[in-house]
């Protein structure tokens, strides 16, 4: 049947090559091995192949070969970008078990550090970590790092072993607790060394990614024999090139009960708005997606949008209308969301975490502050209600969903095989569903804002119908 709505002359007319299999070559992004400055180190069976509760069958093992392709949606239309410079797609690793391996188990010394904020399921990758080496690999010495980067010269690593961990998936937070600032790369290579570790597992955000590719240049720098992978976790959803973290959809998921309590405490009163504030330092990815699933909310701003609240196209507006409308109207804002509207000192221009982030302004408060000062100056006799609920911390001190927990077993388990393989100053992660290795110095510069030119901020305008905050 032809045809005939104003996209399908598009697709019809569009120059698609004859062959559109043809333009694209791969590049595949090298990972650092344990070879590449230690030449002599020999390959040794896969210990897998000796365990006696299983059996790997043919084609378990990955070749090297195998990649996942970074960018699986491709224009191939002959005058498109890819196609008519013909850039070659990136690829990246497939993650899993290799054939040949670079430690022999009863010479490993692993150590698993977490640093940064918390993130649902933190302390599942670690209890995957511990169980997946002890159980596939057989390694015995284990040991958790305490109180993120700065706990590797400060304090006394523990031990780990299966029986210890067993529950840990179960719980929020971290077991080997966390912290920001503290990075001191000499006094952490010092402190591997010294413990003779030998695999360093280290779970963080992009901060924390930024650590390990010191660490990890540090480590080829003294030529030691140690392998460093990266395991990254952002509630925030900030890193760029992997789908997401573990841990955001739990995040998502939580912050619907805040939505939900904003939407009853509006709804039950007059001209009532209720506003609800989620994490996201410098991205919206939060906001953005516990929005969409909850579709009580009428406007949602993101640190990757400029808006403004007074005249015409401005939130108040939007918000008139919406309480003339409808009665009531639900906000979430992204914590790093208008931060350049409310007034700072000069010492509160400069303040900081220890970690060098910024530190920022409440501006759920500010704006609850500054909803009153517009409701009283124009319409000073009518009842108005604003409900401020900010669940920061509830979100994320959880334990991680079920989807997430499968996330973080197969995240650790691949972390654990690309280590055992000799590879090092990578990290694991998803990439369009698939489980690859990627240089860790890629990931720590790679940030995954919201594309507020792409569809899914296109159905957060039409679930929420909110402006496009364009000055007329
Ligand atoms: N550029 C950097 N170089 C070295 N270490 C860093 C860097 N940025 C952050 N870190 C360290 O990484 C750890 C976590 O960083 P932070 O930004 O607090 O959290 P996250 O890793 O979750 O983004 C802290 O110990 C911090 O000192
Ligand atoms: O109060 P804390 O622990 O510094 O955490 C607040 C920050 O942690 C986060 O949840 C996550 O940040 P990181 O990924 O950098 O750890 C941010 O959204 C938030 O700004
Ligand atoms: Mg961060």
Redesign the pocket.
Known sequence: MALSSPEATILNTAKIPENPSSPCSIHLQKLPHLTDYLPNLKPLPNPLEKNTLYHPPAGFYINQSEVVLGKIILDLSADSEAVSSHSPQVAYSRAGPRWQVFFDPKDIKAAIVT?????PGMNTVIRELVVGLWEMYGVRQIYGVTAGYRGFYSRDPIELNPKLVHNWHKLGGTALETS?GGFDLNKIVDAIEHHGFNQVYII?????MRGAVNIFNEIQRRKLNIAVAGIP????N?IGIIDRSFGFQTAVEMAQQAINAAHVEAESAVNGIGLVKL???STGH?ALHATLSSRDVDCCLIPEIDFYLEGEGGLFEFLEKQLKENGHAVLVVA??AGQDMIPRTEAQKEER?E?G?LV?LDFGAWLKSELKNWWARDHANELFTVKYIDP??MI?AVPANATDNLYCTLVAYSAIHGVMAGYTGFVSGLINGNYAYIPVEEVAHARNEVNTKDHKWAWVRSVTNQPDFVKP
């Open positions: 640093c940064g904020g918390l993130c920001r963080g955000g992009d901060g924390t976790k952002t509630v925030d900030d994490m996201g330092r939060i914590e790093g975490d970690s982030n920022f920061t911390y994320r």
